[in-house]
């Protein structure tokens, strides 16, 4: 077994992704697309049609998945269609030069640059949000 993806909820489909791809290169699988009709509503449980783009890391693994409604509803903060979720966490390895790219993509700081391991092992971590304010961690280990 092994993670597939992981989904988020963007007020701004289009923007989100377009921070993604420039702070953290990821590559579009799958260019966003119209998602609706019976079968999948059967599944999700949602009575509306959404847009969903699909980016994946140059090395491969697990993809995001980027779904935006044109006419959102967010009625229940867990909901299959409430924006956000606690953070992404991304492995990096330069902490500084990622920091700068996230922030010059439209991204915002959250913290310092830590240490979360110890002085033997460090691990290097530092918080950001993404431009629709969805937290992000950076760590370098």
């Known amino acids: 077994m092994r993670l597939s993806h992981v989904n988020l909820v963007a007020r701004d489909g289009e923007g989100l992704t377009a921070f993604y791809v420039a702070a953290f290169g990821l590559q579009v699988l799958r260019a966003r ?3 609706d009709g019976p079968v999948f509503f ?3 449980g949602l009575a509306r049609a959404f847009h969903s783009t699909w980016l994946g890391f140059p090395e491969g693994g697990p993809f995001l998945e980027i779904f935006d ?3 959102p509803v967010w009625t229940t903060p867990q909901g299959p ?3 956000g979720l606690r953070h992404l966490a991304f492995r990096v390895t ?5 920091r700068e790219r996230v922030l010059a993509a439209g991204g915002s700081a959250q913290g310092a640059i830590t240490n979360l391991g110890s002085e033997a092992a460090p691990i290097l971590a530092v918080y950001l949000r993404d431009p629709e304010g969805n937290l992000l ?3 370098q280990a």
């Open 33 to 35: 697309r119209l998602v």
């Open 42 to 44: 059967r599944g999700m």
């Open 69 to 71: 409604f044109d006419a």
């Open 81 to 83: 269609d409430a924006p």
């Open 94 to 98: 330069d902490l500084a030069a990622t």
């Open 137 to 139: 961690e950076l760590e």
